[in-house]
């Protein structure tokens, strides 16, 4: 069974920190995305990778960065965490054939910084 | 961005048929229709895709217009356990994979 692993289910963390959140795929997919998610927003597209050691910004990539060194492997990095960055964050994976091929999400890490 | 417009909410009885809309007024012609599925606490879950024709799984059916302007998610016989957000999307021109706010389903007893 294909499987999005997002390393913590929770995590807090204090105002300036320097945080790292962790997205491992095992399914050798090429894409790899970041979303948060809010109350009454929806899941917003944060970054995404199509590649190792490639990046896009997607409509909120403000505040944050991510690294792709692996192919089964993406991170979301606060480089500052602050308290508006308190959010559910989702990472998904999906093949190569993008238009035809669904995501698979992980079920989320919930950040609350302080 | 790609954007899909769907109602913020309706319900439905259980055992009865949840019909879902969504308009997707921009969909260019090989750009393909995705929904999913996201329960309380849990990472979205896919459900169904389709370009052009009607689809159907064991989960729902999906019937997308002929001018592709828009599609309806159909449950054929709702129960409880599928109360949850559910996301029309459509991969953009930058393949952004843009979810908008979704459409929550209430599944009444």
């Known amino acids: 069974d294909v499987k999005v692993t997002q390393s913590s289910r929770y995590l807090v963390k204090r105002t300036g920190e320097k945080v790292f959140l962790e997205c491992v795929q095992d399914m050798d997919h090429e894409n790899m995305f970041w979303y948060r998610q809010d109350p009454g927003l929806g899941l917003r597209l944060i970054y995404f990778?199509?590649?190792?050691?490639?990046?896009e910004k997607g409509d909120i990539p403000e505040g944050y960065s991510v690294s792709r060194e692996k192919k089964e492997r993406f991170s979301l990095i606060l480089e500052s965490a602050s308290t508006n960055q308190t959010s559910m964050y989702l990472c998904?994976?999906?093949?190569?054939?993008?238009?035809?091929?669904?995501?698979?999400f992980g079920n989320g890490t919930r950040l609350t910084v302080t | 961005d790609a954007k899909t417009t769907q109602p913020p909410s309706m319900d439905c009885a259980e055992g009865r048929a949840a019909n879902l809309p969504c308009n997707h007024s921009t969909i260019s012609g090989n750009e393909y229709v995705y929904w999913y599925r996201q329960i309380h606490s849990q990472g979205p879950q896919y459900i169904i895709h389709g370009l052009k024709n009607n689809e159907t799984n064991e989960m729902a059916s999906l019937i997308i217009t002929e001018d592709r302007k828009s599609s309806t998610l159909i449950l054929p016989h709702a129960t409880l356990r599928d109360t949850a957000v559910y996301y029309c999307?459509?991969?953009?021109?930058?393949?952004?994979?843009?979810f908008g706010k979704g459409i929550t389903l209430s599944v009444r007893p």
């Open positions: 998904a994976s999906t093949s190569g054939q993008i238009y035809n091929s669904p995501l698979h």
């Open positions: 990778s199509y590649d190792v050691k490639m990046k």
């Open positions: 999307i459509y991969t953009g021109a930058n393949s952004k994979l843009t």
